[in-house]
């Protein structure tokens, strides 16, 4: 077994390229649908979308569909919901901007254990909102796996 600092670090290790994996476009799509009736409700919605996505308690589906372009990084994220050393992984949301009626700016920390890692502490992200969703940008992503010194194939493909 691993010292309690050492297995962190490991455990950071993993978290980054994990999520890294889980990549995609910084694009912004039009969306359509209906609007969110108020700013405190966006936001609210936002930091749900933020922190069910990182928890390793959400169903692999579910995190699929909180991810902005989630269904093309599907077998990524069922590799980390799989991957035991990413099985108590969390994030905070400290702040959300909304930049418009469909784009806004996150600050965030992922959290193994309860703990902050560094280097995943307030974290700059985004949020899109389609179809009346809003979602998890994967531009954060690609951001996350800069981090490990490499960029997904899909990160490269999708300008990230």
Known sequence: MFPP???????????????????????KTP???SSTSS???AQAQITSAYEKFFSSKTPT?????????????????????????ASDT???????????ANEAKVVYTVKIAG????????RNGTAVRKNGTWQVGDASFCALVALGGSTP?????LGG
């Open 115 to 122: 703990a902050a890692i560094p280097g995943l502490k307030n």
């Open 5 to 27: 600092v050492k297995r962190l670090s490991l455990l950071a290790l993993v978290v980054v390229t994990a999520l890294a994996a889980c990549g995609g476009s910084g694009k």
């Open 61 to 85: 589906a579910t995190r699929i569909s909180l991810l902005e372009n989630g269904r093309q990084f599907a077998p990524e994220i069922s590799a980390l919901a799989k991957n035991p050393l």
């Open 153 to 157: 194939k899909a990160c490269k493909n």
């Open 39 to 41: 700013p405190a409700a």
């Open 31 to 33: 969306t359509t649908g």
């Open 90 to 100: 969390s994030a905070k949301v400290s702040s959300v901007t909304l930049q418009g």
